[in-house]
């Protein structure tokens, strides 16, 4: 993977201006769908709380993406940072 010195869009910041305020999903919509706590769903917009393999299979049956899209986005983001 080619790595840029530009740190790669966060995960929630994807999650919240690509999905969920287009198609007008609230945080407590998201909770319920992922079987996550308010809490935790909000941690999560905020890329406080990672993208697990559980997250992305919800993420992608609620939004109609893929499962890889999301661990594909987190592992870009863990890579950028570890490096």
Same mark, same amino acid.
């Given at each position: 993977?080619?790595?840029?010195?530009?740190?790669?869009?966060?995960?929630? #910041?994807?999650?919240?201006?690509?999905?969920?305020?287009?198609?007008?999903? =609230?945080?407590?919509?998201?909770?319920?769908?992922?079987?996550? =706590?308010?809490?935790?769903?909000? #941690?999560?917009?905020? =890329?406080?709380?990672?993208?697990?393999?559980?997250?992305?299979?919800?993420?992608?049956?609620?939004?109609?993406? =893929?499962?890889?899209?999301?661990?594909?986005?987190?592992?870009?983001? #863990?890579?950028?940072?570890?490096?």
């Amino acid at each position: 993977m080619l790595m840029t010195k530009r740190q790669p869009e966060p995960v929630g #910041d994807i999650l919240v201006e690509e999905f969920l305020q287009p198609l007008g999903i =609230s945080h407590a919509h998201l909770a319920h769908a992922l079987g996550l =706590s308010l809490n935790q769903a909000q #941690d999560l917009c905020e =890329s406080r709380l990672a993208i697990t393999q559980e997250t992305a299979l919800g993420l992608a049956n609620l939004l109609g993406t =893929s499962a890889a899209f999301w661990i594909n986005t987190q592992t870009r983001v #863990d890579l950028w940072r570890a490096a």
